[in-house]
């Protein structure tokens, strides 16, 4: 039951609340002075507070600095029949969620509260989730809560603790390497060593003897020995990055690895055995390739006996407030900014398709940390793709890729887009949104519901009425 706290020194403005809230199945806790109100809030929590801002020995301004530092997460929705410009700007600065004039409708308190509680329950959401994260066992900087994250997050606890080589598939920047270390760092491995190895950035010498080392004397310039990946990650893991760049006379040489467990080392006699657990990733096609012959078939079986695909980032945007907030927190430590995004900017963010998935988004946040001037990111801030891309009508002259796409997923992004886009335009007016969007107000309430950007409706309608003052 939702605990909610009442502050008016009025007995029948409290009355009156507790009546309506009460029947709303909240639990309704009253206090007729701040300091009152401040004492209960030292006792025992309340989800959301509801507080009129003339009372005789503490302004409601004074209440809500002091409650901040008590409570900073609880929501506070302001109430006055006294509104001045000044008082509602000093409100919001300090953190007030809303402000309500007196008379007011009680049906409109009702949706501002439950606004408010929906967006507690989401600041609440994401710190379980994290600490979720961190129980599950050191999951490194993976982050998302959608559905087909959920599934990533279960492979990895299913495979790590098996000594089965895993294939990570997805595209540049969704995150394969995180994947392959947390998988290490989960498994019986974690205190062994993690050696890794872009396949793509090195020739076909290189990476031979970057994998299985070389005896002094093997070539010109080899003046010592030097031990191989797989032979100084021991019994610990080594992943091969961007394994579909491999030659296939590369391939062939990792195919006798992986079937006789030894490395010969360049120009020894003798091969090592090696206990590593193989990790590949590659952002390519390999059954495709696989038929065109540009890979081999018994390579590709033996590297993909447990396969793991990363979803790209426009196909899990509901994770993108969860990104920004982690990448905002990351880039605030390191220049000592303390920074918020503006409801406009996360919604141009939400929006966007990010071709280069989340390394893209990290890269855009720290630049906007390190260019804006004020206190919360600004849509300026952003690059031109970014700010310049909204939602689009579709069209018929697109390219439909050949291994074909997930139209539920693609509609559902698309759907969302728009109902953003929507929503910005008319500043959480879901009204006007509606009409724009040429759909009834019912309808659109439901896919706001569904996207789970109930919250951001409400911090775009509130931004609009800041500064219509």
């Not at 302004?59 to 008590?70: N, Q, T, V, Y």
């Not at 992943?239 to 992986?258: H, I, T, W, Y």
């Not at 091969?271 to 390999?286: C, G, P, S």
């Not at 600004?378 to 009508?393: F, G, H, I, S």
Request: proline share 5%; with cysteine.
């Amino acid at each position: 039951m939702a605990k909610l706290l009442v502050v008016d020194d009025e007995q029948s403005m409290r009355q009156l609340l507790s009546l309506v809230f009460g029947r709303e199945g909240y639990e309704v806790r009253t206090a007729r002075t701040g300091r009152e109100a401040l004492e209960i809030l030292r006792l025992s929590a309340v989800d959301v507070i509801i507080s009129d801002v003339k009372m005789p020995d503490m302004s409601g301004i004074e209440l809500l600095r002091e409650a901040r530092a008590i409570a900073p997460d609880t929501p506070v929705i302001m109430m006055t029949a006294f509104a001045t410009i000044e008082t509602a700007r000093e409100a919001f600065k300090l953190g007030a969620d809303d402000f309500v004039q007196k008379p007011f409708d009680v049906d409109e308190l009702k949706e501002i509260v439950r606004r408010a509680f929906d967006k507690l329950q989401l600041v609440e959401e994401n710190r379980a989730f994290r600490r979720a994260q961190a129980e599950r066992g050191r999951l490194d900087q993976i982050i998302g809560r959608s559905r087909r994250m959920q599934a990533v997050y279960q492979m990895i606890e299913q495979v790590a603790p098996l000594n089965s080589t895993v294939l990570i598939t997805g595209e540049s920047g969704t995150g394969k390497e995180l994947v392959a270390r947390a998988i290490h760092n989960l498994s019986p491995r974690a205190d062994k060593p993690f050696v890794s190895v872009n396949c793509g950035a090195l020739t076909e010498t290189l990476l031979e003897s970057e994998l299985f080392g070389y005896r002094k004397g093997a070539f010109t310039g080899a003046t010592q020995n030097r031990k191989g990946l797989f032979e100084a990650a021991g019994h610990g893991t080594i992943f091969l990055d961007e394994v579909g760049e491999m030659s296939p006379a590369m391939q062939v040489k990792l195919l006798r690895v992986l079937q006789e467990r030894k490395v010969r080392p360049l120009g020894s006699p003798e091969e090592i055995a090696t206990e590593a657990r193989v990790i590949a990733a590659t952002n390519r096609d390999l059954a495709k390739m696989v038929k065109q012959g540009a890979f081999r078939e018994d390579l590709y079986y033996r590297i993909s006996v447990i396969p793991i695909e990363i979803p790209p980032l426009r196909e899990r945007r509901e994770d993108i407030p969860l990104l920004v907030e982690h990448f905002l927190e990351k880039f605030c430590a390191q220049t000592g900014k303390r920074l918020k995004i503006s409801t406009r900017a996360l919604a141009l963010l939400e929006s966007y398709s990010w071709p280069g998935n989340v390394r893209e988004l990290e890269h855009t946040i720290e630049r906007a940390v390190a260019l804006e001037p004020t206190e919360e990111i600004q849509p300026e801030r952003l690059p031109d793709p970014v700010r310049n891309e909204v939602a689009r009508t579709p069209q018929t002259d697109f390219t439909f890729p050949e291994e074909g796409i997930s139209l539920f997923d693609h509609l559902n992004a698309l759907e969302r887009a728009y109902v953003i886009e929507a929503l910005r335009r008319t500043g959480g007016n879901q009204t006007r949104a509606a009409e724009l969007l040429h759909i009834p107000v019912r309808s659109l309430r439901h896919l706001i519901d569904k996207h789970e950007i109930r919250a951001l409706s409400a911090q775009l309608r509130s931004e609009a009425a800041r500064g219509a003052e």
